[in-house]
């Protein structure tokens, strides 16, 4: 961890507590187990893959559960243990909707940490697969993080921030030596824990990035989640034909004459193969979602267009794909 990172998990330093979910669900069946144990009335084909999450507080488990949202898991921070058994049977309930649960435990809630075993010797007896990582750090990158947030470690309570690491250690113990991976984070930044998580969690089945095309009007304004924009305004306006200036750029007529305009072609294909550089590079930087927004002076007929053969272009080569069209309609 390099000196200017505040640490991939600083924002586990913080003493809030409270269960919040980070919806990353994948519409697929998931990895599914078939054993012989009672599963408690669970049907056995459906029951989710569970990962979970801890380790030291500012050694990145934020990042690690961030890593797993952005590759389909289920993410669940700050769950009390005793609901973890809850969650799994409420995932296979969904049928395939929820096949992966990666769950946050830490010692914000450290009052319900004690049922962290029985828990796990329930979810072993209902035959959930599963897996525990821990984060790891020195004292000295733990120490440091902290400085640079500004904030108390979790258990010091009137001592220092090495008295709240040292009582963590002690309280981790146990569950460091259980666990399926440990991760020492003392020398990482954020982008190479993402890498290390993406090694061990990313099957070949996840898509390499999800991209979302947006046509839009830049007299409504731009759009304020875009990633990469591009103007279409350098085309022929079809709103100045009249037999074209009713229909919308889904319309074939209407599409036919934008790709016929001089450029048209040649910039998709263009700036298709741009894309795939700077993908490359996102992927490359741990980001899995882009917004590319594609804009014309209305929002109705050019960026529309070209959005869906864009977006056309991106699903053709593995991009998971999802077209919207925020102005069309507005005139």
Same mark, same amino acid.
């Given at each position: 961890m390099t000196e200017h990172e505040t640490g991939p998990g600083d924002r586990a330093a913080q003493q809030a507590g409270g269960a919040t979910a980070r919806a990353g669900v994948r519409q697929d069946n998931g990895a599914q187990v078939k054993t012989g144990k009672d599963n408690g009335g669970v049907p056995e084909a459906g029951i989710p893959e569970l990962v979970i999450i801890s380790g030291m507080s500012g050694a990145g488990r934020s990042t690690a559960a961030k890593c797993l949202e952005d590759l389909g898991w289920f993410v669940v921070d700050n769950l009390p243990p005793a609901l973890i058994p809850t969650m799994v049977e409420l995932g296979a309930r969904s049928q395939g909707n929820v096949a992966r649960i990666a769950v946050v435990v830490d010692v914000r809630g450290r009052r319900f940490f004690d049922n962290l075993r029985e828990s796990l010797a329930d979810l072993d007896a209902r035959g959930v697969t599963r /897996?525990? =990582?821990?984060?790891e750090s020195s004292d000295e990158a733990l120490v440091r993080r902290f400085e640079s947030v500004r904030r108390p470690h979790p258990l010091q309570g009137d001592g220092r921030i090495v008295d709240g690491i040292a009582a963590e250690r002690e309280l981790l113990r146990e569950l460091r030596g259980d666990a399926d991976l440990v991760i020492d984070t003392s020398g990482l930044n954020v982008h190479e824990l993402r890498a290390k998580m993406h090694a061990q969690f990313a099957g070949e089945e996840e898509p390499e990035l999800r991209a979302t095309v947006m046509s839009f009007g830049f007299k409504y304004g731009l759009p304020v989640d875009a990633d990469l924009v591009v103007d279409m305004r350098f085309l022929p306006n079809p709103h100045w034909i009249p037999e074209l200036r009713p229909y919308t750029g889904l319309n074939e007529e209407v599409a036919s004459y934008v790709f016929n305009q001089p450029g048209a072609k040649e910039f998709l294909d263009r700036y298709a193969e741009l894309l795939r550089l700077v993908a490359a590079g996102y992927r490359r930087e741990g980001k899995r979602y882009v917004t590319i927004a594609v804009g014309c002076t209305g929002g109705k007929h050019r960026s529309v267009a070209m959005s869906e053969k864009l977006a056309a272009r991106l699903a053709a080569e593995g991009v998971?794909? @999802? @077209? =919207?069209? /925020?102005?069309?309609?507005r005139e």
């Open positions: /897996r525990t =990582v821990f984060l998971e794909t @999802v @077209v =919207v069209h /925020r102005d069309m309609g």
